[in-house]
């Protein structure tokens, strides 16, 4: 039987996370990225979550079918395409018409984006139905729970072939209306943003915060471990999409937050943010 297949457009945090769990479950993946630079370290990114999974499930996992592009072309024919590119909705706004340009007539587009209204990605395309927010978390192949969005044009075809995706990958979700940030973003990114304020302060480093979070209200992580995770310049990206959208206060991004991109200090992704990392 032929594997089933998908693109993953942006390898990038999420997208590496994503094209990985989605060969994991089997698809055939073609990733792409207008930058190659982003498609060697994705290669890396993805062997160790790989090498992760196979730790984790203490057995050898399939080999991974992925290929990879810059060509956007390249995602002629997949069944679904999962949108991960950079969180600016001008350029993903740009974006769409071409990327409808290339694909069938019917090929579902999961927009994987923390905060733009999928609405406002649907209206640049002929086939408005075709877009669905699928809200993906990182490590994708460790958190079972999606945010899915249905915007108002969503067709129920749409809707289908991202169920179709998620139970091949053996997730669950939640699917909830289209408004910016959605649920996770609009409640998380004012909380990093103020956890961000408390560090800036002095009246606890990043470790105390989460510890709190963590032994105090029964979270797995802390928001500071999570902005690491996310990558502080999405983290900001998302603040600038959301103040765009709200006007309010709490989407303003703290000083302390830019300072940090303006450092390089992006989180894991550049080995230091909140706190340090060894490169694994
Ligand atoms: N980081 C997370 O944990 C997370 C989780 C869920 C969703 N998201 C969302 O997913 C998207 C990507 O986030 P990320 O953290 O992976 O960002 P990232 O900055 O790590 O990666 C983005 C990638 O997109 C590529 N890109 C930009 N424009 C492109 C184009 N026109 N064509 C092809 N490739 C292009 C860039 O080269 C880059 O490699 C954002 O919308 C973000 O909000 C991020």
Do not use: W
Request: net charge negative.
């Amino acid at each position: 039987m032929t594997a089933p297949t998908i693109g993953v457009l942006g390898a990038g945090v999420i997208g590496s996370s994503v094209a990985h769990a989605a060969a994991a479950a089997g698809y055939a993946v073609t990733l792409v990225d207008s930058d190659a630079t982003a498609l060697d370290t994705a290669r890396t990114t993805i062997r160790r979550h790989q090498r992760l999974a196979t730790l984790l499930g203490g057995t050898r996992t399939r080999k991974l079918d992925i290929r990879s592009s810059t060509n956007l072309a390249a995602l002629t024919g997949v069944e679904l395409v999962v949108e991960n590119t950079t969180e600016s909705e001008d350029a993903k706004r740009a974006l769409y018409p071409e990327l409808e340009r290339v694909l069938a007539a019917d090929t579902t587009i999961a927009a994987n984006t923390s905060a733009v209204p999928i609405g406002r990605l649907a209206e640049q395309l002929t086939n408005p139905g075709r877009v669905v927010g699928v809200h993906f978390m990182n490590p994708v192949d460790r958190i079972d729970m999606v945010e899915v969005v249905r915007g108002k044009a969503s067709s129920d075809a749409a809707m289908a072939d991202v169920d179709t995706m998620l139970r091949r990958m053996g997730k669950q979700s939640v699917v909830v209306e289209d408004a910016a940030g959605f649920v996770i973003n609009r409640i998380l990114m004012p909380v990093v943003n103020l956890a961000a304020a408390i560090v800036s302060d002095k009246v606890a480093t990043p470790s105390q915060v989460d510890d709190l979070f963590k032994g105090c209200l029964g979270h797995k992580s802390g928001p500071l471990r999570t902005a690491d995770l996310i990558g502080i310049d999405t983290v900001v990206h998302t603040l600038e999409v959301l103040h765009d959208h709200y006007g309010t206060d709490e989407f303003v991004t703290h000083p302390a937050l830019r300072r940090m991109v303006d450092q390089g200090l992006l989180g894991i992704k550049s080995g230091r943010g909140f706190y340090s990392y060894d490169g694994n």
